[in-house]
């Protein structure tokens, strides 16, 4: 799915990555940790195809339509309702039972009763929530995770370690997490950036 050679990123005279090798297979789970500025999230902007590296080869074998991504930010659209967020992505994905599948997604991470009510109005928790929902609506074969911890309570929490333990052995991961130990039982490789 992603290999990496000598991958750099530099943001004018500032280097971000430097020296990154990596592969990870169609079933791996990689852990990314690192201090803040280590270049976690640039590394993960690098494999979603949303930054070009600088130096280095790296090939993404897998198309931009089969990347879940959840960022910093939940990239939904907040004047809009949890339901209609997830038809318009559910459209764009060409899913063809989506509502079955956004109602299902809905429930599971517990937005249900929220479903109508604009996400502006939405908690940190309830937008982190429905970030996942987005991610993992059109079933990716690459899920590429930016502290997906953030801002969940801990019901949110189980939900979300339920989630990648039924993902895990049909998905490639990418998770930058301060929390590397939360995770270490589905990781098969480890990223420590300095």
């Not at 590296?53 to 339509?65: C, I, K, N, Q, Y």
């Not at 879940?68 to 994905?93: C, M, Q, S």
């Not at 079955?100 to 109508?116: K, V």
């Not at 301060?178 to 480890?190: I, N, S, V, Y």
């Amino acid at each position: 799915m992603i290999r990496a050679r000598a991958l750099e990123k530099r943001y004018g005279d500032k280097r971000i990555l430097r020296g990154i090798e990596l592969d990870v297979g169609a079933d791996d789970f990689l852990l990314v940790t690192g201090p803040n500025g280590s270049g976690k999230t640039t590394l993960l902007r690098l494999c979603a195809g949303l930054a070009a590296p600088t130096r280095g080869d790296f090939e993404l074998g897998v198309s931009r339509g089969r990347i879940g991504y959840v960022a910093h930010e939940p990239l939904v659209y907040r004047e809009l309702t949890a339901l209609e967020n997830l038809d318009l992505y559910g459209r764009l994905y060409r899913i063809s039972e989506r509502r079955e599948r956004i109602g299902m997604l809905l429930e599971r991470f517990g937005l249900w009763d929220a479903r109508h009510e604009r996400v502006a109005s939405y908690s940190r928790g309830m937008l982190q929530r429905l970030a996942l929902c987005r991610a993992f609506l059109h079933e990716p074969d690459l899920l590429l995770l930016d502290e997906p911890y953030s801002g969940l309570d801990g019901e949110g929490a189980l939900v979300l370690d339920r989630e990648l333990t039924e993902r895990a052995p049909r998905t490639a991961f990418v998770v930058a997490t301060h929390e590397p130990e939360r995770l270490r039982r589905h990781a098969t490789d480890l990223l420590a950036l300095a």
